[in-house]
């Protein structure tokens, strides 16, 4: 079995400004600059013979009150799942587990920053070593930039600027 590891760095804003708001999507438009901090979840992911994915959790002592997200909000299944829908659900089996360090609703970013960390490691995995099979990895190199940063933005919305380093804005 197969083994990967990689940090994934919570956010602040340095600037937020609120230019308007979509009342159908529920959602506002923003300009923000965002840096990366020291404070990171740390992802695990094993590639599996078996098919499906399995996420795992395991929280610091100051996090330890706060519950397992369900499928629906846990941002690495989403990924999993959007990417293996991208390439034609050729992607292995796989069990992540992910160490919480970031504490979730403080606007740092933990699980946005979980999502494209696991979305890094795999198009890594994909484009510069063998340990996928070969249909995916081929798939998922030749994913357009501009579909990977589409495929980030339907996991969340934040997503996409955690897949490059440094200092961002959105």
Do not use: W
Not at 52 to 67: D, N, P, Q
């Amino acid at each position: 079995m197969l083994v990967f590891h990689t940090k994934c760095p919570a956010k602040v804003n340095l600037s937020l400004s609120v230019l308007g708001r979509d009342d159908a999507a529920g959602m506002h438009y923003l300009d923000s600059v965002l840096a990366k901090i020291d404070l990171c979840d740390e992802i695990t992911v094993r590639i599996l013979t078996r098919a499906g994915m399995t996420v795992k959790f395991h929280r610091s002592a100051m996090l330890l009150h706060h519950g397992e997200p369900s499928p629906r909000e846990n941002t690495v299944i989403r990924a999993y799942h959007a990417l293996s829908e991208a390439v034609n659900h050729t992607l292995p089996g796989m069990s992540v587990e992910v160490k919480k360090a970031i504490p979730a609703g403080f606007g740092l970013g933990g699980a946005s920053s979980d999502a494209a960390g696991f979305l890094r490691l795999i198009h890594f995995l994909a484009t510069r070593t063998a340990a996928l099979p070969s249909a995916a990895a081929t798939a998922i190199a030749a994913l357009e930039p501009s579909q990977f940063t589409e495929l980030a933005a339907r996991v969340g919305a934040d997503v996409p600027s955690f897949l490059s380093e440094g200092t961002v804005r959105v």
